[in-house]
């Protein structure tokens, strides 16, 4: 069964200042898709970034980024100039692109994110 | 647009009493469901998960059950509620392949139930 790991319970970072967000995954499939999901306070859920492992390149979506280590099964979340409003809990999650009918999400236990003004 | 709607938004309920939430999705067909649970200070762990109407699939054995009494529709049920019930439950979903809304999933915005 896949799983997925998240090692940081807690991380800060100072406001302007770049964070990362560490994840593992354990898998014995080749087709995936990866997500970050952040949870602010008010606990909605919200997508931050996707990556597909079939693809090379690391995505990006403006401040965010990830560094995807297919081969080390890693799949990190960096935050370039940390806003206030990036304070959340951030969870990572898997996802089988498989055609067997596996649509289960997994998930980490979280990281929550603490930004220092 | 695809948007989710999920309640009650807040619950409080006794130990022994039933509960029944209730998730629906507006503007997809045929959506896979999904019912998490987030207790406090945990991560989100995955109930049940239906890929149609009548189709659901139990993850954690345990005092819940879920049913899609219709393609959009997802209700999470208990007949008697436990204390360890207590938590965040959050329905989600995500479009079958090669339509917007696939291979992502999409959160309502959560019911906080509290067994006392």
């Known amino acids: 069964a896949q799983t997925v790991t998240q090692s940081q319970p807690e991380m800060s970072v100072q406001e302007a200042e770049t964070v990362t967000l560490s994840c593992t995954y354990d898998?014995?499939?080749?087709?995936?898709?990866l997500f970050w999901y952040k949870q602010p306070p008010s606990r909605q859920m919200i997508l931050v970034i996707r990556q597909e492992a079939y693809k090379q390149q690391n995505a990006t979506e403006n401040r965010f980024s990830v560094n995807f280590q297919k081969a080390a099964k890693s799949f990190s979340l960096k935050i370039s100039d940390s806003q206030l409003g990036d304070a959340a809990m951030y969870f990572c999650a898997y996802r089988s692109a498989g055609t067997s009918g596996t649509y289960k999400y997994i998930f980490g236990t979280g990281t929550r994110l603490k930004v220092l003004a | 647009s695809q948007t989710i709607h999920q309640w009650p938004a807040t619950l409080v309920q006794p130990v022994g009493s039933p509960l029944s939430l209730e998730c629906t999705v507006e503007?997809?067909?045929?959506?896979?469901l999904y019912w998490y649970r987030q207790a406090a200070g945990r991560g989100l762990q995955l109930l049940f998960y239906?890929?149609?109407?009548?189709?659901i699939s139990s993850e954690v054995p345990q005092n819940l059950s879920a049913s899609r009494p219709q393609d959009r529709q997802f209700i999470l049920s208990s007949k008697k509620l436990l204390l360890s019930d207590s938590g965040f439950y959050l329905c989600?979903?995500?479009?079958?392949?090669?339509?917007?809304?696939?291979?992502?999933?999409?959160f309502g915005a959560g019911s906080r139930l509290t067994v006392l």
């Open positions: 239906s890929v149609g109407i009548g189709q």
């Open positions: 989600a979903w995500s479009a079958t392949a090669g339509v917007p809304g696939a291979n992502v999933l999409t």
């Open positions: 898998t014995s499939e080749s087709d995936y898709y």
């Open positions: 503007g997809t067909s045929n959506p896979n």
